[in-house]
Structure formats: C-alpha cells, structure tokens
C-alpha cells in the first residue's frame, strides 16, 4: 500500500512538474514573439489597391492566395500587391527584415543596383516601417535572350503594419504609369491600412480617387 501511494505520489509529482515546464515554455515563447496581434473585423481583401487608385485605363485583374496577391493590369503595364500576416508583432517585424533582402535583390545582370526612394516610402505615413526603392531591368527578346540595349525601371515598397506586411511592385511605362503616379496609389493603400485598423490620425473611411 505505502508503495502504491509513493508510485502515484511520484506520478502527481511528474505532471505538476510537466505543467510548470510547459507554463514556462509558453511564457518564453510569448516573450520571444511580442504582442500578440488583436481580433480584426474587416476582410484581408479590404486593404488590397483597386483600380480607382490608378489613372484611367487600369482595370482590375487577378486576386489569388498564398500569399494574398491583388494584381491591377492596363494595355502596357502591370502591378501587383502581396499581403502577408502574422499573429505576433515580432514575427511580422522579423518578416519584414527578411524581406528586404528577397524583394530586393543585389544586382542581377540584366539588373540595376536598387536605388531607395524616399519620395515614395514617404507617402506611407502610418506604416511602422517602410522601404520604397527603384532599379532598370534590361529588357530580353527571342528564344536566345538576347540583350536589347532598352531600360525599364521597376519599382518596389515594402511596408510593415503592426502584424501586416504589404508589398507593392510596379513596372513604370509611361504614358500608362509614370513614378509621379506612385505617389498617390501608396497614399491610397497607406490610408486603407490607417482606417481598416482604425490607426491614430486615420480618415474614416478609405478615399475614393475622383477620375474623370
């Protein structure tokens, strides 16, 4: 009988021990992953661009999924928007760091060194953290790839919101884009992030862009 009770004495004794260490460990975890991001009401697809942000000629086209991608098209150019998430702020802050590396690569062969452009990542007021940067692409033709003495510049943001990190590229083609139409299409994007998460200082609601 006394041997009975020690055996299970030693067994209530191995799971409290077990729950203290996995309190422990959770606590560490939370510790290492930051705040955890709150409960949103809105939809993923509501702080994706459209075309409204866009000068005339633009028009919606695809949205597919992992990760979220919102692509807006015209008859000479093409944009697109990724959305990512993550439910504790340190891993979308670690996200966002690592980003900056594979959005934008070291120079390629048929590529510029990336040039930062604080002009555009100015215009993402509310964004904890942004990088905005331009490079010319040479441009290929034919089965063999050959190299066409022609540049087209490319642009690219990266923008952290709380636990949502966003990435905007675009191929600028004038008459259909040109960088001074970048401006207002992050400031549309910038201020649907502000008043989906009801961020300090943010309109009511997203504008609507007035196009003739």
């Not at 460990?25 to 409204?52: H, I, N």
Request: charged fraction near 25%; proline fraction near 5%.
């Amino acid at each position: 009988m006394s041997k009975g009770r020690s055996c299970l004495g030693f067994v209530v004794f191995l799971l409290v021990l077990s729950c203290i260490m996995l309190e422990v460990v959770l606590f560490v975890v939370d510790r290492w992953r930051g705040e955890r991001a709150p409960r949103r009401e809105f939809e993923a697809e509501s702080l994706l661009m459209d075309a409204t942000l866009f000068p005339t000629g633009w028009w919606d086209h695809t949205i597919t999924y992992k990760p979220l991608t919102k692509w807006v098209r015209s008859n000479g150019c093409h944009a697109l928007q990724q959305l990512y998430r993550r439910y504790y702020l340190n891993e979308s802050k670690q996200l966002y760091q690592r980003y900056l590396g594979s959005k934008f690569p070291r120079r390629e062969h048929f590529q510029e060194e990336w040039q930062p452009r604080l002009d555009l990542s100015a215009e993402m007021t509310f964004a904890d953290e942004c990088y905005a940067a331009c490079a010319y692409y040479g441009m290929w033709y034919g089965e063999d790839y050959q190299y066409v003495d022609e540049q087209e510049l490319h642009c690219g943001v990266l923008a952290r919101y709380q636990e949502y990190v966003t990435y905007f590229h675009a191929r600028v083609v004038p008459p259909y884009l040109r960088v001074d139409d970048l401006g207002s299409i992050l400031r549309g994007i910038d201020q649907r992030f502000a008043a989906a998460m009801e961020l300090e200082g943010a309109p009511d609601k997203p504008p609507e862009e007035e196009r003739p």
